[in-house]
């Protein structure tokens, strides 16, 4: 399709488990996002890649979380040890440029939820 | 500092009413100001976006939204409220600083009473 992708659409797994979100981008967007919607709440930023810069990832809540961006296409957000609070919904966008009149394009995300 | 408020957690209306969502911001610059919409178990869509020109914003499905700086406003309204209005609804402003944030309210979810 030409929307963004995420995979899992759900993960369950146990507490002190690794677990590895994918996202697929729009092709050709340089700018990819990484956000945390939690139960009722608001999004969250987690990470920013833009190109072949250093992505910002000052969002990311603990050293648990790290990102990356292979190739300027698809990335993998990966939480480790995770924890029950990390019950969350995470959503990846990407836009066209950085530009911050250009709207994002966001997946269907990943429900993760921790046991 | 950006931020971006919504008053109301929840707003319900009758389906043929109208639809109102507030928003305030508040931005040291002029900014960029979007209202996207979620339904369940989907990603956020855009329904539209003010950057310059023109305050009034047409959006999909109906939806427009005001700018208006002197209240640091982007109300969101629809005339008449269709069941499939149902959803989440998200607020966001983004600043021209150099910086690349966007900051997204906390929602309102919009109920449709038949």
């Known amino acids: 399709g030409a929307g963004v992708s995420q995979s899992p659409s759900n993960k369950v797994t146990e507490k002190g488990k690794d677990v590895e979100l994918r996202c697929d981008p729009i092709?050709?967007?340089?700018?990819l996002y990484w956000y945390r919607q939690s139960l009722g709440q608001g999004l969250e930023f987690l990470i920013y890649f833009q190109g072949n810069s250093a992505p910002d990832k000052s969002g990311l809540p603990s050293d648990r979380f790290s990102a990356e961006r292979t190739g300027g296409s698809v990335s993998t957000l990966t939480i480790q040890r995770t924890q029950q609070e990390d019950s969350a919904v995470y959503l990846c966008a990407s836009s066209s440029t950085p530009d911050r009149n250009q709207p994002q394009h966001f997946g269907d995300g990943t429900r993760l939820s921790i046991l | 500092a950006q931020s971006v408020t919504q008053l109301g957690s929840h707003v319900s209306v009758s389906e043929g009413a109208l639809v109102l969502l507030r928003c305030n911001y508040s931005?040291?610059?002029?900014?960029?100001l979007f209202w996207y919409v979620q339904y369940p178990n989907q990603g956020l869509q855009l329904l539209l976006k003010y950057t310059t020109g023109a305050t009034l914003v047409k959006g999909i499905n109906g939806f427009e939204a005001e700018f208006k700086k002197s209240e640091t406003s982007f109300h969101l309204t629809k005339p008449s409220a269709h069941m499939s209005d149902a959803a989440e609804y998200f607020c966001a402003v983004s600043e021209d600083t150099g910086g690349f944030k966007t900051i997204f309210g906390a929602g309102t979810r919009l109920f449709v009473k038949a």
């Open positions: 092709s050709g967007h340089t700018a």
């Open positions: 931005s040291s610059v002029p900014p960029y």
